[in-house]
């Protein structure tokens, strides 16, 4: 994917996310970055869903983000596991943004995407 992508933004360099979570301020949004497992970036709102601590402060274990208040960890995808080693699931999620590396950069797309015009329209 390249940087061109409409509503992506370059976040921070790969380097920076590799040595910690960065948080990063885009588009009015407050975003953590960091790398997790497989050298993969990742990309969620830089807030807790849980205690509403900010999760750039905390740090990766096993490719996972743990919040620095109450050690839940989150994945890519924005799930939460919680320190005792129960899930989180649906109720304790922070939002994830699609991200890719491109020129050494993390980018990510932060724009909604457009609705699908085959989708079924709420009365």
Do not use: I, N
């Not at 497989?38 to 996972?64: E, T």
């Not at 995407?113 to 085959?118: C, E, F, L, Q, Y």
């Amino acid at each position: 994917m390249k940087q061109t992508v409409p509503g992506s933004h370059a976040l921070c360099a790969l380097s920076a996310a590799r040595a910690a979570p960065r948080r990063v301020m885009r588009g009015g949004r407050a975003l953590v970055v960091w790398v997790g497992a497989g050298d993969r970036p990742a990309v969620l709102d830089d807030r807790c869903p849980h205690g509403d601590a900010r999760l750039s402060a905390g740090y990766v274990v096993k490719g996972r983000l743990v919040c620095p208040w109450h050690m839940w960890s989150f994945g890519p995808d924005g799930r939460a596991d919680a320190p005792d080693g129960g899930q989180g699931g649906g109720a304790c999620m922070a939002r994830s943004y699609r991200c890719w590396v491109s020129g050494g950069q993390v980018w990510a797309l932060l724009e909604p995407p457009a609705p699908d015009p085959g989708a079924a329209t709420p009365v």
